[in-house]
Structure formats: structure tokens, C-alpha cells
């Protein structure tokens, strides 16, 4: 099993900035990919970023230029660092890992963690 905790998430003026950190642990033979979601109420769950085995990365539009997706192989941790934070930001923010665990290769899901930008 493969555990992800994410953690950074809170409260952030417009304009402000946050950094989420995602933290992959347990049975980890190899990560393919390790992405961010958000979910707003009453929105679907969307990709915002991702960042793939080789230092591949892609961005939703409404996110490209403002967030950037970093990952440490050594740490099997993914970051978001999120700049010029916007009202419409605000959502609960899920970290995202497809993991090869050495017999299959399955998705997992962080707990999520709420990112609120408002004055």
C-alpha cells in the first residue's frame, strides 16, 4: 500500500503565495507521475499539474505562469508552489500518484488539503 500526505495548504491573502508539499511512503518500486487536483464546491475535481518521470510537466490554463510543479526523486515528494493567488484558487487541493509497487502498478490519493485565498 502507498500512502500520500499532502500538507501547506491554508489561509492567503490575494496576490499571496503557498507551497504544498505531497509526501509518497509505503510499497514504492517506481512513480510514473505525481499530479495536483482542486476540487471548488460544487465543481469538479480538475488537473491543475503534473510532472512526469523523465521532468515532464503540464498545466492547466488557468493555472500556467502562477504554479509551478517540482519534484524530489530522492524524497518521492511532489511540490506546488502557487504565486499570485487568485479568490477563484480557493478549493480543497489533492495530490495525485500513479506507482509502480513492484507487482502492480495502481493510483493513489492524498487526503487533500483546503486552500482558501481571500482578503
Known amino acids: 500500500q502507498v500512502q500520500l500526505v499532502e500538507s501547506g495548504g491554508g489561509l492567503v491573502q490575494p496576490g499571496g503565495s503557498l507551497r504544498l508539499s505531497c509526501a509518497a511512503s509505503?510499497?514504492?518500486?517506481?512513480?510514473?507521475?505525481m499530479a495536483w487536483y482542486r476540487q471548488a464546491p460544487g465543481k469538479q475535481r480538475e488537473l491543475i499539474a503534473i510532472?512526469?518521470?523523465?521532468?515532464?510537466?503540464n498545466y492547466a490554463d488557468s493555472v500556467k505562469g502562477r504554479f509551478t510543479i517540482s519534484r524530489v526523486n530522492a524524497k518521492n515528494t511532489v511540490y506546488l508552489q502557487m504565486n499570485s493567488l487568485k479568490p477563484e484558487d480557493t478549493a480543497d487541493y489533492y495530490c495525485?500518484?500513479?506507482?509502480?509497487?513492484?507487482?502492480?502498478?495502481?493510483?493513489?490519493w492524498g487526503q487533500g488539503t483546503q486552500v482558501t485565498v481571500s482578503s
Open positions: 510532472t512526469i518521470s523523465g521532468g515532464n510537466t
Open positions: 509505503g510499497s514504492i518500486s517506481r512513480i510514473n507521475s
Open positions: 495525485s500518484a500513479d506507482v509502480f509497487t513492484g507487482w502492480v502498478t495502481s493510483n493513489f
